[in-house]
Nanobody, 124 residues
Framework: QVQLVESGGGLVQAGGSLRLSCAAS????????MGWFRQAPGMEREFVAV????????YYADSVKGRFTISRDNAQNTVYLQMHSLKPEDTAVYYCAAERSAVPHKREELYATWGQGTQVTVSS
């Protein structure tokens, strides 16, 4: 079993940047695809970005493409989400998730393990 802890959220002005981190602990020897999802107030949780175990495959939501970058450091058991050019509509709780698969998927129901979330607030 893998446990996930997110960090790096906060309050930032529109146009600013933040980097989220997701630290994995526990049974990290298995191959896990990792994803970032977010949930804004009153909205359904949505896919943001996912990355394969090797880091060679990434997918992004259209709304963040070109502004966000997902990466991972398997030696540190950490996944990152670098966010630039933030907009007020990026305001949400951001969740890290793990899927026991080498290949990532965008469907959140395939992700069995979730972190507690970290709040990102972008002011206009």
């Amino acid at each position: 079993q893998v446990q996930l802890v997110e960090s790096g959220g906060g309050l930032v002005q529109a146009g600013g940047s933040l980097r989220l981190s997701c630290a994995a602990s526990g049974r990290t020897s298995s191959s896990y695809a990792m994803g970032w999802f977010r949930q804004a107030p009153g909205m359904e949780r949505e896919f943001v970005a996912v990355i394969s175990w090797s880091g060679g495959i990434t997918y992004y939501a259209d709304s963040v493409k070109g502004r966000f970058t997902i990466s991972r450091d398997n030696a540190q058991n950490t996944v990152y989400l670098q966010m630039h050019s933030l907009k007020p509509e990026d305001t949400a709780v951001y969740y890290c998730a793990a899927e026991r698969s080498a290949v990532p998927h965008k469907r959140e129901e395939l992700y069995a393990t979730w972190g507690q979330g970290t709040q990102v607030t972008v002011s206009s």
